[in-house]
């Protein structure tokens, strides 16, 4: 089944194609009204160089009128080979059709809400015959049942004529048109577009990329470049400088020597603040007992470093080699990679 955009917004045009499955473009004078166009010849010409395919409007009371725009628009500049003529059906518009096939170029006959109006078409040689679902639909009318019997009609007399279900108002005329079997569908980008969505396609995949994460990569491509520490004899003041700096919960306490002595954390601070006020800030840590951290090493795996805070039920891991601080991987970290 064909897929086509219908739109006439450049930026949804650019979307639309970037995807590289789109068959072509189909257009309307609504469309080009409601955008506001008014230089219709140079947008059809720069749509014509956008798109593979262009559907465009050639109307005109009388066949011969509607023959003579078509003509008009390809001496303009439309690639015959890559454009399609869209015509209403009526008398004028079977007749013009009729003339045009003879010639080689390519048509839609349009506006169809009946098998009877199909089967003119196809009798004249439309490339397409385009069925307007959603607008039959909004009248009570069994749309989808005609789509059917055009589908059908084709495939029982042979045609070489191709249905294509348009008016879509939602995903689920996507998926009526492949039950039904169209040869080719028109979708506006709004529909298009959330075509691949679905929340249980999107909680698979977020699980796949978290437990890729966690096998594969490193603590160290994910701690920041700052490696918050503050020595021994510094005060609390000076430990929550190091951990507002870094912006982490956590600060790495190293003794005379730079090697590790301890951690400060703001759960330290918040009992502090608690148990003496604000006077605490100005008291050296060395006075309170500083508790030695937990620690990972920078090559280890993230997996390591959640069962860790799991299993231990804390914040944060000084990432260290040996009795070297390199880093402090904060639980806020593997919160932002979705890993935790």
């Known amino acids: 089944m064909e897929l086509y955009l219908d739109s006439v917004d450049f930026k949804e045009i650019e979307a639309a194609f970037d995807l590289g499955i789109v068959t ?7 469309f080009l009204h409601k955008q506001g166009i008014t230089d219709i010849d140079g947008t059809i010409l720069k749509l014509a160089e956008m798109v593979p395919i262009l559907q465009v409007e050639a109307l005109g009371k009388k066949a011969e009128d509607i023959v003579a725009e078509a003509h008009r628009q390809i001496e303009m500049g439309l690639n015959p080979e890559k454009t399609v003529f869209k015509i209403p059906v009526d008398n004028e518009g079977i007749k013009a059709c009729s003339m045009l096939t003879k010639q080689g170029i390519m048509v839609n ?7 009877q109006q199909a089967y003119m078409a196809t009798l004249a040689g439309a490339t397409y015959v385009c069925p307007l679902v959603g607008r039959l639909q909004d009248q009570g009318h069994d749309a989808l049942g005609l789509v059917e019997a055009c589908v059908d009609m084709v495939e029982k007399y042979g045609f070489d004529t191709k249905i294509m279900f348009s008016s879509v108002r939602h995903a689920e005329h996507v998926r ?3 039950n039904v079997g169209v040869h080719t569908i028109t979708v506006p980008w709004g529909v298009m577009k959330n075509l691949t969505s679905n929340n249980l396609t999107t909680l698979g995949a977020d699980q796949f990329f978290e437990h890729t994460r966690l096998t594969t990569v490193k603590v160290s491509e994910v701690i920041s470049e700052h490696n918050p520490t503050v020595a021994q004899s510094a005060t609390v003041a000076d430990a929550l400088a190091s951990m507002s ?8 306490i190293l003794d005379a020597n ?3 002595a301890g951690i400060f954390t703001d759960g330290d601070l918040r009992r502090l603040l608690v148990e003496e ?3 605490a800030l100005s008291h050296p840590l060395a006075s309170f007992g500083t508790k030695q951290p937990l620690t990972i090493a920078p090559g280890a795996l993230l997996m390591h470093a959640v069962d860790l805070i799991k299993k231990h039920k804390v914040d944060n891991l000084v990432v260290a080699e040996g009795d070297i601080a390199f880093g402090m991987l904060d639980v806020q970290d593997l919160v932002k990679l979705n890993v935790i």
Do not use: M, R
């Open 277 to 279: 006020g604000t006077n």
């Open 24 to 30: 072509g473009l189909t257009t309307t004078p609504t």
């Open 245 to 252: 700096a870094s912006k982490t919960g956590a600060t790495t």
């Open 109 to 115: 006959v349009h506006l169809v809400y009946t098998l």
């Open 176 to 178: 009526n048109a492949i």
């Open 258 to 260: 730079g090697k590790i």
